[in-house]
Each structure stands twice: as structure tokens, then as C-alpha cells.
């Protein structure tokens, strides 16, 4: 196998059959030692955190799957810490899309002026641009039409499947009295016809979730999921 | 006539008929003595300049009107530096609409990872909320529909307005050989159908007007256009 890439939290290898397996480390981004899913280094290794971040994403894009929405994943193997999954093409250089159901965190730094913290969102779905060195920007769908990141007909598409994706998450973690505030995807182009794709994985670290008002830690989330 | 406002470059009243009279002022926008169009503080006074301001924004509002887009601008009294506009609700409490046509600023510093400062963007819109306090944050249509700011309607109409009225001040600035790299427009609910309609001034300080690459400073715009 050919190894493509060497990242933060997860390795990427390309079979010989032109899927790719994405290895899932025991390294998490973090500042000074402190597990920090948002940061963008890597802060510390816990013993575990690659195979409890494949078992949630693999739970979540075998629902996912079932329910008819594209996604990368072929299949998983824990016991590895790898998944297979379909070649993709990014949005430019990676866009993330994230979902909100409560204002919280970057929402309401930017909108404070019109709404309190933790205020319920209808499923709210916005754009960056993953770039570290300008803090992942907002960008509208006009702006990533006009970089020729995404056609306004795949923007169209991506906000749709957040949203039917968000509601099969939320509705899982609300099975064990966990709700959802917001979460965070990555989409691709897969297949010959390029269709729009969820990509990447979803575990912990991809989502802020609370229990009864209190905010649970990715690797709690892992074990009280299972 | 009742005062209802005292602002930085503007002060506003009410007039016994209803409508509302906008007085320009000779104080600039600036930081330590030095005029910035963009700054939020008043730096100086220039001798003139209210009148330069309005001298300018009867020119395009009455070009806008005459082309049939809503605004609230009545008429204009240079001699006193007063012009007469119509009521107008502002959506939330304001927001600023840029048109870009040059990848220049607050556009470039958030998306250089795709573009060049100064590549050509066909008449690129987008809206940013009056808050500075959180640096005038940039928002998607559906975050100006969830935070109940205005409709996704009124974001169409808004935008579209926004182009035909950016063509018309191109237009008139490339008569005297003068390239408009962006525009930042106010708009506001007018009427008693609470139509949207172009409110606020056009001055050299809401725009970046460039002559052979060269920048072209608002008071000096003034003098170029007549």
C-alpha cells in the first residue's frame, strides 16, 4: 500500500483496488497537553481514542448508508483502527460544513449582538474553508461559486444531506438522553459522476454534545454510546 | 424638528411631515488625525467634506431613482448640507451589503488561500452585520433568516438591487476613466408595504475607487467626478 498522507489524527493509504484505508491514530489535537478537538495540533496520544473514534463513525456511517445517503465508507476494522473507503475529491483545498441546533461556540461569538448563548437554532448549516492560518473562514455559497470551490447545485445538495445526516445523529444520541448542539462534517466528490459525498469520519472529536446541560468529552461520548 | 440621532458623520431628524432630514457633517471617520473610511472612530474635520458627501450622494441616488430602484432619498440641499429621505426600518439594527468587483480587503484577508489581492470578481455580494464590536461579522442568508433579520425574499431583492445599482455607479465613475473595486451599501424597509430599498448615503468613504492602479481618496473622488 501506498501511503499518501501522514495527518494530525489519522493516516491515509491507497489500495491496490483504488480505495483508500484511513488508519485512526491514538493522537488528538490538543494545546499543552489538553485534549482540545478543535485545536489544529496535535496535543497528546490516549491509548484507545483511534478505535473508539472509528466505532462511532463507523456506527454512524453504517446508518447513514442505509438510509441512501452518499457517503466514502466501505467498511471498518476495529480491531486495525482502519476503514476503507471510495476515493474523493475535496472542495478546493477541504471546506467543513457544520450543523447547529444550538448557538454555541463560533455562532455566538460572531452573532451575539442577536442572540444568547445556547439559544435553539432550526438546524442551522454553514461553510468554512479549512485553513488554519486564517482561522477557517465563514463563506457563502455565492463566494464558493465565484473561487470555483463548489457549484451552487452542489451547495444545494451538501445543505440537504447535513441536514437528513444531522437528523439521524441527533436522533441516535438522543436515544441515550445525550442532544446534539452542533456538529461538524466533511464532504467530497465520489464516483465517476462526481456526485456529493460525506467524507472523512464522525466521531467525538466532530461534535459538541451534552447530557442534561453538561458538556460530555469526545472519548466519554464513545463509551456511553456503546 | 426633533433630533433623533447624532452620529459620527451624520446627524438625523424628524421633520414635521414625517419624512426625516440626514445633516452631513464635516467630521471624517479616521484614527489618530489620519481619514480611514473604514474606522469607527471620528479622526478629524475637513472643511467641506459634508457637502463633497452629499454632493456625491444626490448625484447616484438621483441616477438609482430615475432607474426605477427604491430608495429613501427625496431631494438634497447642498448649500445646507441637509438631504430628505423617507422613514425606513432598518433589518435588525443594520446591516452593510458589499459588492466586490476586486478581491481587495476583508475579502482577500479571508479567502487568499483561493485568490490573488486585486483579482476580478464578477460583482460578488455579500452582507455583514453593524456590530463594532465583533468587527461587522460576516452572515449567510440563512443566518440572517434564522436570526430574524430578514426574509430569504428580502435577501434576493437586497442583492439584486445591489448589482443594478453597482452597475449604474460603475458606470458613471468609468465615464471618468475611475475602476470601482467594491461598494458597501445600507439598505432598510421603506413604505408602508415595507418594501426593501436602498437607504444612507454614497460617498467616497463607502467606497474603494482606483485610477491607473492608483487609489483614489473619497474628498479627492469628489473633486475627480465633477
Do not use: W
Request: charged share 30%; aromatic share 10%.
Amino acid at each position: 500500500m501506498e501511503t499518501v498522507y501522514i495527518g494530525k489524527t489519522k493516516d491515509v493509504y491507497r489500495k491496490e483496488d483504488g480505495n483508500f484505508l484511513l488508519k485512526f491514530k491514538d493522537d488528538v489535537t490538543g494545546t499543552d497537553g489538553v485534549f482540545d478537538p478543535g485545536a489544529n495540533t496535535v496535543g497528546l496520544t490516549i491509548e484507545g481514542a483511534g478505535q473508539a473514534g472509528l466505532r462511532l463513525t463507523q456506527f454512524f456511517f453504517e446508518k447513514i448508508n442505509a438510509a441512501g445517503i452518499p457517503t466514502h465508507y466501505i467498511d471498518a476494522d476495529i480491531e486495525q483502527a482502519t476503514m476503507t473507503v471510495k476515493p474523493a475529491q475535496m472542495f478546493g483545498e477541504g471546506v467543513e460544513v457544520i450543523l447547529r441546533y444550538r448557538a454555541v461556540g463560533s455562532f455566538h461569538r460572531r452573532y451575539a449582538k442577536y442572540c444568547n448563548e445556547g439559544d435553539a437554532l432550526a438546524g442551522y448549516v454553514e461553510v468554512t474553508l479549512k485553513d488554519d492560518d486564517r482561522n477557517d473562514p465563514l463563506i457563502t455559497a455565492d463566494g464558493l461559486e465565484m473561487l470555483g470551490i463548489m457549484t451552487k447545485q452542489e451547495y444545494q445538495t451538501l445543505v440537504e444531506f447535513t441536514k437528513q445526516i444531522g437528523e439521524i445523529v441527533k436522533g441516535e444520541l438522543a436515544k441515550k438522553e445525550l442532544e446534539l448542539y452542533d456538529i461538524k462534517f466533511e464532504f467530497g466528490r465520489v464516483g465517476e459522476d462526481n456526485h456529493v459525498a460525506l467524507i472523512d469520519e464522525i466521531s467525538g472529536g466532530n461534535m459538541r454534545v451534552y447530557r442534561n446541560g453538561e458538556y460530555i468529552e469526545p472519548l466519554q461520548l464513545e463509551k456511553l454510546m456503546f
